[in-house]
């Protein structure tokens, strides 16, 4: 095997090549997505959270001229409710979406109809035609109250997630103290720039039906509508344009795209629909709302002896793709970068009349993050300790590295591959200058000022397997083409790829095209999620290039009469090693001597292309710190986010411009969920936040600038580049990093239990 040469782009800040097409408004998203003939869909909403469906009458809309079609559930009482992508349980089946509701509807923006007309507006104006009768019935929405039926006699509570390990009991029955908390996580989600869209086409010459607008897991997707239409799996296929954010609630399978490829199939015309705010306020998925109630047994210097966690996650009406992915997370990330010798965690999926539930940047360890170390902070307060000291006191130390935990999450054991968990609050508290932080603060306090400094660690979790697929191939004129199965919800896929084709090839940067999120291209994929891809298809296109090289010297070597250990490739061209003014050969005469018919043939497959696969049992754990530093007006109880920077360790950073992004962006959105997003609801179910009027997010005016320490300490001895991924820890420890900074400043250990934090919950805190 012939080395590639010292890297040259891995580690670079090169500039993304996505940004190309955007900067030039050339940019495909789903919206400009358009074909001749093409029908448009509206949807008919429930306006009521909860009630019996009497009657849907289509007949008004369909006596509007312009309206070709419109369907109740009857009219798709043929196809099966949405399958589970990940962490199924059995006992979830029961509680999933039919595409339109059958008998019932479970929350206000649930659809109850559909129709297709000529062209957006006659489908906007059609669907208030559709006259839906509902009688209305009580509300659950409170996920820690009682119980009720969710329908045909099923409970609301359809499963408890357990994990544990150690004896619990016995740790609190020695125990020298036990902190007790009770803390909650308010309901919120991400809201991309881009809606959610779909197209739909159904090519019947071919018998093929296609999806544009996918996003994040093209493949999974494809398979599952296949198998609800009861169609072959290669009769279709999904196509990823540009995509305005994802954050994990964008490209799951949702009610619209089923109803959007059906109706293509049905009618035999382009079908298509883009969601306007308000529909993606109260339909797209939203997340973290859950209630905790945990104690922890501690020794008399605050040694963790024991963690045990109940708490309950408001599913909303329905189970949808994650199954049971949040609350799962949750319970098995909880024990975070500390020493945690027993530890049990219950979690009640509970499922109630709101908006349903699914994943979002950092899912359950948001949560989770912030109940944990809400707990260290108790055990600081308890103790008479530093909150540092608290957690220099628990961390693992870097000497234990490997950590196996007796927990799992998303079908992996977890087991902490490597980290310098000490290490790297050191860099973040001199990141701080925290000593001279404190004196200040100090100082400011004595003035009068509310001021206060809070920090925050935790552990991620990356790099989900179990594979990733890769194709390069190398055209005539030299021009390399990466084809993978993953896509690209704006992280920077495109530009990650080509760093290491390159880089491992030994071509130019700008000489390779990376293709996604098409699943005609390749046979398989796992898409974008749980920052994977640098991980996975990264180590896939290494392995790949480092074929598709050694077929290029083999060849080469043929063509120039020279043994192959002595030929390198430099920028695209085949040389003698250490020889600049020799002779030399292009990639595109490599790949037009191995072109079909060529005697350089010989057993190759024809051609210049290589395929490779990484697979992976175990998912990587990059680690953080996260330091914040907020002011309080004493008359409005405004919040003001002095200073915040994040310490996080990526093993590698194949970019570092790309991961200072992510986590700068991650931390906007800990913000969001910590400060302002929330969505709240009137006894009856009304949705209160509709529009931006009401749902609240950070502008730039409330996002400080973020200070960045990107670590490569304990690179990840599960994958040869060491990487681990990058995508989710700016959002991980915001609203923990900032509670324990508004405590602080509150001079009130423990006053903050609950996210968002409002400037009314300031003003109470402060009233005499």
């Known amino acids: 095997m012939n080395a590639p040469a010292k890297s040259k782009l891995i580690g670079q800040s090169v500039t993304r090549k996505e940004d190309g097409p955007l900067l030039r408004g050339q940019g495909l998203f789903a919206a400009d997505v358009n074909f001749p003939n093409q029908l448009y869909m509206g949807v008919v909403r429930s306006t009521y959270a909860h009630g019996n469906i009497l009657s849907v009458d289509l007949a008004p809309a369909l006596a509007i001229p312009g309206v070709v079609a419109a369907w109740s559930f009857a009219e798709v009482a043929d196809v099966p409710p949405i399958d589970f992508r990940l962490t199924k349980l059995e006992a979830l089946a029961a509680y999933r979406q039919t595409i339109l509701a059958k008998d019932r509807v479970r929350y206000v923006g649930d659809p109850v109809a559909v129709v297709f007309a000529e062209n957006a507006y006659l489908a906007e104006d059609a669907a208030e035609h559709v006259v839906v009768e509902i009688e209305e019935l009580p509300v659950i929405l409170e996920a820690d109250g009682p119980t009720g039926e969710f329908r045909d006699g099923l409970p609301t509570e359809p499963a408890v997630i357990r994990k544990g390990y150690g004896d619990v009991d016995a740790a609190f029955a020695k125990a020298h103290a036990t902190v007790s908390l009770s803390l909650s996580i308010g309901r919120h989600s991400g809201v991309p720039l881009e809606t959610r869209g779909a197209i739909g086409r159904y090519n019947a010459v071919k018998d093929v039906l296609e999806m544009y607008g996918a996003a994040k897991v093209p493949h999974w997707n494809r398979d599952q509508l296949a198998k609800m239409f009861g169609r072959p799996q290669l009769s279709m296929n999904l196509f990823e344009g540009h995509v305005g954010g994802g954050f994990g609630i964008r490209g799951e399978l949702y009610p619209e795209d089923v109803l959007v490829c059906l109706a293509a199939l049905r009618l035999g015309r382009p079908v298509k629909w883009i969601e306007d705010r308000r529909e993606h306020l109260i339909a797209a998925n939203h997340s973290r709302q859950q209630t905790h109630h945990i104690r922890a047994a501690i020794d008399s210097e605050g040694h963790i002896l024991a963690i045990d966690d109940e708490f309950y996650h408001d599913q909303g009406g329905y189970m949808r793709t994650h199954a049971a992915t949040v609350p799962d997370l949750a319970a098995a990330m909880l024990p975070g970068p500390y020493r945690v010798p027993a530890y049990r965690a219950a979690g009640h999926i509970r499922l109630t009349n709101k908006t349903p539930g699914g994943t979002y940047r950092a899912p359950g ?189 083999t060849t080469a070597a043929e063509l120039m009469q020279l043994p192959s250990g002595e030929l390198d490739i430099v920028d695209g061209q085949i040389v003698q090693t250490g020889n600049a003014i020799g002779p030399s050969v292009g990639l595109g005469q490599i790949a037009a001597a191995l072109a079909p018919g060529s005697k350089l043939l010989g057993d190759e497959a024809p051609g210049l292309s290589a ?76 949705p209160l936040a509709v529009t931006f009027a009401d749902y609240l997010m950070p502008t730039a005016r409330e996002v400080p600038d973020v200070d960045v320490i990107v670590s490569e300490d304990a690179p990840s001895p599960l994958n040869p580049m060491g990487v681990k991924g990058a995508g989710e820890g700016g959002t991980n420890a915001v609203g923990a990093a900032l509670a324990a900074a508004i405590d602080d400043a509150l001079q009130m250990p423990g006053a903050i239990s609950q996210l968002p934090v409002s400037p009314q919950t300031i003003r109470a805190l402060l009233r005499p």
């Open 611 to 686: 395929e490779a696969t990484f697979e992976s049992a175990h998912m990587t754990y990059p680690y953080g710190v996260h330091v914040a530093v907020v002011s309080l007006a004493r008359d409005t109880g405004g919040i003001d986010i002095e200073r915040y920077l994040v310490a996080y360790d990526v093993g590698r950073a194949i970019n570092p411009m790309l991961v200072e992004g992510q986590i700068v962006g991650g931390v906007a959105q800990g913000i969001g969920g910590a400060l302002y997003e929330e969505f709240t609801y009137d006894d009856r179910g009304e």
């Open 365 to 553: 360890r948001y949560e989770s993050t912030f109940v944990r170390e809400r707990l260290l902070d108790a055990i600081a307060a308890e103790i008479g300790i530093d909150t540092v000291e608290v957690r220099r006191r628990n961390l693992i130390d870097k000497s234990e590295m490997p950590v196996t935990r007796a927990l799992e999450t998303l079908g992996t054991h977890i087991v902490l591959d490597s980290g310098d968990y000490a290490g790297l609050l050191d860099k973040a508290l001199n990141g701080v200058s925290w000593d001279a932080l404190q004196a200040d603060i100090k100082q400011r306090r004595e003035a009068g000022e509310l001021v206060g400094a809070g920090v925050a660690m935790f552990v991620e979790k990356s790099g989900l397997g179990p594979f990733d697929d890769v194709r390069i191939t190398i055209d005539t004129t030299g021009h390399v083409e990466v084809v993978t199965g993953a896509a690209s919800v704006g992280q920077g896929v495109e530009t990650v790829i080509a760093q290491i084709c390159a880089d491992t090839l030994g071509v130019g940067y700008d000489q390779i095209n990376v293709i996604h999120g098409q699943t005609n291209r390749i046979g398989r994929g796992l898409g974008a999620f749980a920052s994977r891809v640098t991980v996975m298809t990264g180590e896939a296109t290494r392995l790949a290039a480092i074929k598709l090289r050694d077929k290029v010297l």
